[in-house]
């Protein structure tokens, strides 16, 4: 399988959350995202299909495992259901829970800054797609050159 031609997943921005989320999914613990469809608009993605393969990146952008979608829906934030969230594999035990460390993240500056809108914040109407996916391959780190 060819890394370069398959499109990047980003889960979060570069740093602790990226990285814990990175280990999650490499544990097999987080089998589910969320994004803001919004997202995709602005920064002119395609959206996930389902079978459609990702190569997940750390902290550092290297690839570290290759996903397949096996699930993808759009939904309103209010729809997001508890079985959604537990298999998102963050630690919350409820969608409240769930919702309030996303609304966090989406009214971040990073997000913010991202959707060009430093007002933006969501609500039950919200659009989000909700993504399942598979670990179809651990990436192994390139050797280091000697010296």
Do not use: C, N
């Not at 009214?107 to 179809?136: C, I, K, S």
């Amino acid at each position: 399988m060819d890394l370069d031609d398959l499109p990047l997943a980003e889960f979060g921005f570069p740093g602790p959350l990226r990285d814990r989320l990175v280990t999650a999914i490499l544990a097999g613990t987080k089998t589910s995202t969320t994004a803001l469809m919004l997202g995709y608009d602005v920064l002119g993605e395609p959206l996930p299909r389902v079978g459609g393969r990702s190569v997940v990146v750390d902290s550092a952008g290297r690839p570290v495992a290759v996903i397949e979608s096996t699930e993808v829906r759009v939904l309103r934030l209010a729809e997001v259901d508890l079985r959604h969230v537990l298999d998102e594999g963050e630690g919350d035990e409820s969608v409240a829970q769930w919702r309030a460390g996303h609304e966090e993240f989406w009214h971040g500056p990073e997000v913010r800054d991202e959707l060009g809108d430093p007002d933006f914040t969501v609500d039950d109407d919200t659009l989000v797609l909700t993504q399942r996916f598979r670990v179809v391959e651990v990436v192994e780190p390139a050797p280091r050159p000697a010296g």
